[in-house]
């Protein structure tokens, strides 16, 4: 077994899986590590796989160059970074480190660019190129010295890193790779409870089997038992789901085809497609959901763009966005050839920063592969839900105070600007938590906390009072992207600002607050019995006890998983002075889960952190080159302000 990284994920080179006609190999083996819990110290053990692709990142950019020779030079460097930025890699000497990356830069190749290297016992400073140092220190030869160079930034101080594409893999699976190879690379990966425990019992029995490995372990004083721990978990109860015509759903909560709990009424809308797709199944099939969904569909206005002709066309696309389609329309239906696809970042950028009308993407192929009823009823909730109906709505557990706000905080990194991350904000501003006030804001990567967060949630309580003529009494925070490392931060930095937000809007308002960390970035998994065979928890599960802290944290099961194994979800309650029993804050976390209006279902989080995380990844990754809109603020509302007794 080696080590990827510093990441206690160990894999295996024999015991690996070659898909056939693909580029694409996979890798098995094991994530370890030793954890204090409240009852005790555990080792934790789980398999983990990789994907790894067999060529190298420079063949992948020698491929776009080829199969884009006719391109200028600029458009095929645009390209490149397209298909690389975000994407992680991993470096194939040393100690085989993971690297995300941040940028491609084409100023510098691998056979110009020198830096500092510190080298001796007293870190004398020389100036290597690339060249020689791979040459000097691994024992690698570069051959190609023309190649572009990947850049990392580090996420503390901004160090910039540069790696040789040559000597770097890519990971993960590749968007474009065909379904059937998708699903074989899932059947490699993707392991059942029964399963899941096999290989872990094989993997424990090896370990422990190993003398030195026990040995090591008297030494510290460790003795690890053979079998796994074993307690008793609870599961909560599905909440009541309320949607039209006085229907309400409280068990077997998979059939969300019933009428929207309130309709927003008539719009104009539109769709933009070409010759070689006709619209009329679109349109009757959309218009049979609306009769499903009690909403009254008017005939669409139809723009045909004539022939798909590649790039040419995304300019159709934006001419007729930006001269040709009728202000009227309050929402736009964009039917995309496959061989436009990467045309999506252009449509949601003029639609939402130049012409503030709402847009919906829809792949022709998608259509075509998955059948037109599946993905109108998808298509018709996504449109209703951004007009502002409420599709449904999830019933408040009894015994919740009446004036609470949820609100929902995510971090991500901007793909567009390497320097700076991305926050998304959502806040409930109504009493049955299906309004919304948001917005996003950018700050430099390397802070850990939210900069803005106090004049955020100074504007998330004016919203509120501007909807409502009245002020939340109880509010909480479900904070996404904190790791424990950063509690310290949050709790010393970010939480006093929340605090000074309230006395902002009055020197005597003082709500009640609770603050969530939500983790869903863990290896932890739980099996059932169930007779003598090993499945997955029921969905509601809850685990409190045995390997949780010493402080407030539990784990959850939200969903309903049929396929592999679930993962939970890790809540660590950091702050809490709302005096709400533990039994009623988890029964609105796991109401929550099925507030998401973009999925039939439960979701692996509360639905104000995951609108939180959607809106950031959104402008991240897709608006990140834009100015951003963001709503005006409630300071400039004359409805919006506060009497001073407030």
């Known amino acids: 077994f080696f080590e990827f990284g510093r990441t206690s994920r160990f894999f295996n080179r024999e015991e690996k899986e070659v898909i056939q006609e693909t580029n694409i190999v996979a890798l098995k083996g094991f994530v370890t590590s030793f954890i204090q819990y409240r009852d005790g110290l555990f080792l934790k053990i789980d398999i983990a796989s990789k994907i790894l692709r067999t060529d190298t990142v420079l063949s992948q950019i020698r491929s776009i160059e080829r199969d ?13 970074r397209d298909a690389l930025i975000g994407r992680t890699v991993l470096g194939l000497y040393g100690n085989y480190r993971y690297w995300r990356i941040d940028d491609v830069d084409f100023t510098k190749t691998s056979g110009t660019f020198s830096f500092e290297d510190a080298t001796g016992e007293e870190a004398e400073r020389r100036t290597v190129n690339l060249l020689t140092y791979y040459k000097s220190k691994y024992g690698l030869d570069i051959h190609d010295s023309n190649q572009p160079l990947l850049v990392h930034r580090q996420t503390r101080g901004g160090r910039l890193c540069y790696l040789v594409p040559e000597l770097c893999v890519a ?86 085809k019933r009428p929207f709990y309130e309709d927003a009424g008539p719009f104009g809308w539109a769709i933009v497609h070409f010759r070689d797709f006709s619209p009329n199944n679109l349109v009757k099939t959309l218009r049979d959901m609306g009769r499903t969904f009690s909403v ?57 920063m130049e012409l503030g009308m709402l847009s919906q993407v829809v792949m022709a192929t998608t259509l075509a592969r998955k059948g037109y009823e599946p993905i109108c009823s998808k298509l018709l909730q996504q449109i209703a839900a951004k007009r502002g109906s409420k599709l449904w709505i999830v019933e408040r557990p009894a015994s919740l105070p009446a004036k609470m706000m949820l609100v929902g905080a995510n971090i991500s990194s901007d793909k567009g600007e390497l320097s700076r991350a991305v926050i998304g904000f959502a806040a409930t501003i109504n009493s049955t938590f299906s309004r919304y006030y948001s917005r996003v804001v950018f700050q430099k990567r390397s802070r850990e906390i939210i900069e803005n967060v106090r004049l955020l949630f100074k504007e998330a309580i004016l919203e509120w009072f501007a909807h409502n003529r009245d002020i939340p009494e109880t509010i909480i925070l479900f904070r996404d992207g904190v790791s424990e490392t950063q509690e310290f931060a949050l709790k010393t930095l970010e939480i006093p600002q929340i605090l000074a937000a309230f006395s902002d809007i009055s020197p005597d308002y003082r709500p009640k607050l609770a603050v969530i960390v939500i983790d869903k970035r863990i290896t932890q998994k739980f099996f059932a019995s169930e007779g003598n065979r090993l499945v997955n928890p029921p969905q509601g599960t809850l685990i409190d006890q045995v390997i949780v802290s010493k402080n407030y944290d539990f784990y959850m099961i939200s969903q309903d998983v049929k396929r592999g194994t679930a993962t939970p979800t890790h809540y660590r309650v950091v702050y809490d002075d709302t005096e709400i029993p533990p039994q009623v804050l988890q029964e609105l976390i796991y109401s929550q889960c099925y507030a998401y209006w973009n999925w039939s279902g439960s979701i692996r989080v509360p639905a104000p952190v995951q609108y939180a995380n959607k809106l950031s990844l959104f402008v991240g990754q897709t608006l990140n080159d834009c100015l951003l809109y963001t709503s005006p603020s409630p300071r400039d509302r004359q409805k919006s302000r506060m009497p001073s007794s407030a």
């Open 171 to 256: 990971t993960g699976v590749p968007e474009d790779m065909a379904d059937r190879w998708k699903t074989k690379v899932a059947n490699f990966c993707i392991r059942n409870p029964a399963d899941r425990m096999a290989d872990i019992r094989k993997m424990t029995s090896m370990l422990l089997g190993n003398p030195e490995a026990r040995a090591q372990c008297s030494a510290l004083g460790i003795d690890i038992r053979d079998e796994p721990v074993t307690f008793e978990g609870k599961v909560l109860a599905q909440p009541t789901l309320l949607f039209g015509r006085g229907e309400r759903l409280s068990n077997n909560l998979t059939n969300f």
């Open 296 to 352: 009254v569909l008017e005939p669409p206005r139809l723009y045909d763009l004539g022939e798909c002709y590649g790039k040419k066309s995304v300019a159709e696309v934006e001419d007729l966005l930006l001269r040709r389609l009728d202000r009227r329309i309050e929402i736009v239906v964009i039917v995309m050839p496959g061989q436009i696809k990467s045309a999506y970042k252009t449509v949601k950028r003029i639609c939402c």
């Open 68 to 80: 884009n020779e006719r391109q200028r030079r600029e458009d095929i460097e645009r390209m490149v």
